[in-house]
DNA sequence: TTCGATT
């Protein structure tokens, strides 16, 4: 009945036909470009270009899915590092898709090979213990080996035997230390590692994007998200901290977030479970509007300056609930010399990551009210955080939300503590 | 591993 089409044959693919991943490929080629390059490896069920979700931007590389599961490995073992295609410094990768197989338990991150070590190299150390599915050196921009490599067996136990015999077992030319053989990373961590990475460098940490780190796709799309955008923020020269906090929103405005800290998020205290995506609840987050764009306007009533009030902490508390939009940063910077709060709004958070800053600290705690000081503290002689610090809000209200949010929140393999300050007095016996 | 900063 669906044999054929008007328009030509509508191809069937094998059930066991391979989903190739197809790298370094010009990004003024489209999909019937590439198909004549592909086509005499055999039939193409299905090729597409991958394109930024948002942008729509070519994204150098494709899917490509043949009828035929051979036709995959010829493609593969014929195309893969042998050609560079116009315009590309670096030679066309066809490999199977990361979606396919899995394959983690197989997969091996070898170290400190030598920087002359071709792949060729790295095969022959390698193909005594087993089918080598892949081999690849990781480079540079430059094309410049970076000494390590993955190399993929047919089986767990082939890559078992691989660590066994080579793991520390000899030192190459021209590398530091001996061979390091191990499984690579899982996706899992993988992620997480990239998280801290991006983290750091961009001086911001969501929670939203920390607590969903470990769990994949839904990761990976604000990640993706969050590098158009730093982007575009580069080229026009936006305030990348503006270009993420957009990221951030959206993502917000993704998961109907309304406007105010409210539920409940995790009706058990103490040790919360990190949500799993589909059933846990997410946490509700106040969408910090003015968070990374400083309010032009100072806090003031009426034309009053709130600077004639005078609070014990020096800054013009809002109404726990404002759905107003203050400016945390400003105000944190006016309240500097008076960091706690009130009895009741100041927070003590054990368990933070150690590249945790003041920044990322109040960045983690802006959605549930008006921070009015973020402190992490560290160790004098080492610099290094001590990881933990302390949060005030300027009101008890807003505590409580973070508490109720924040505590118990995985962040990597540790779990934040989030709690009252202890009041000064607090183990006094008397 | 746990509670406020070099004045």
Do not use: W
Not at 21 to 40: A, T, W
Not at 64 to 86: G, I, N, V, W
Not at 195 to 221: D, E, K, R, S, V
Not at 386 to 410: L, R
């Amino acid at each position: 009945m669906n044999g054929l089409a008007a328009g030509g044959p509508i191809a069937m693919k094998d059930h066991d036909a391979i989903k190739l991943f197809v790298g370094q490929i010009p990004r003024n080629l489209e999909e019937g470009d590439l198909k004549p390059l592909f086509e005499e490896f055999g039939k193409i069920y299905e090729l597409t270009v991958l394109k930024d979700r948002f942008t729509g931007m070519h994204k150098g590389c494709a899917f490509l899915t043949y009828c035929a599961r051979d036709s995959a490995l010829k493609a593969q073992s014929a195309l893969h590092e042998q050609k560079t295609l116009p315009g590309m410094n670096r030679p066309i990768q066809v490999k199977p898709a990361d979606s396919e197989g899995r394959g983690e338990d197989r997969k091996l991150f070898v170290g400190m090979l030598g920087k002359q070590q071709s792949e060729d190299d790295v095969r022959r150390l390698f193909e005594p213990f087993g089918q080598i599915e892949e081999c690849t050196i990781l480079r540079g921009p430059d094309g410049a080996s970076k000494g390590c490599a993955f190399v993929k067996y047919g089986s767990h136990a082939e890559a078992q035997a691989a660590i066994s015999s080579l793991h520390g077992s000899q030192t190459m030319p021209g590398a530091s230390s001996s061979l390091v053989v191990k499984f690579a990373d899982t996706d899992k961590e993988r992620t997480l590692r990239r998280m801290h990475q991006m983290a750091g460098q961009l001086g911001i940490f969501n929670p939203m994007t920390i607590q969903f780190g470990a769990y994949g796709a839904y990761t990976q799309a604000i990640m993706q998200q969050q590098a158009a955008l730093m982007a575009a923020a580069q080229g026009t020269c936006l305030n990348p901290m503006a270009a993420i906090a957009a990221a951030q929103m959206q993502q917000m405005a993704a998961f109907n977030v309304s406007g105010l800290v409210a539920a409940p998020m995790t009706p058990s205290s103490g040790t919360s479970t990190p949500p799993g995506i589909s059933t846990a609840p997410v946490p509700s987050i106040a969408t910090p509007i003015g968070v990374n764009g400083f309010s032009p306007l100072p806090p003031q009533t009426n034309g009053q300056p709130a600077s004639e009030t005078i609070y014990t902490n020096g800054i013009h508390p809002y109404p726990a609930q404002s759905p107003t939009v203050a400016d945390p940063l400003q105000q944190a910077y006016a309240g500097m010399q008076h960091y706690a709060g009130p009895e009741g709004c100041n927070l003590f958070i054990y368990h933070l990551p150690q590249e945790f800053g003041d920044a990322e600290l109040m960045q983690m705690f802006l959605p549930f009210g008006n921070v009015i000081s973020a402190k992490v503290f560290v160790d004098r002689a080492t610099n290094q955080s001590k990881c933990f610090g302390f949060v005030s809000f300027d009101n008890p209200t807003s505590a409580q939300a973070a508490i109720q949010a924040m505590n118990g929140f995985q962040i990597g393999m540790k779990r934040l503590k989030v709690q009252l300050k202890r009041p000064k007095d607090a183990n006094r016996p008397y």
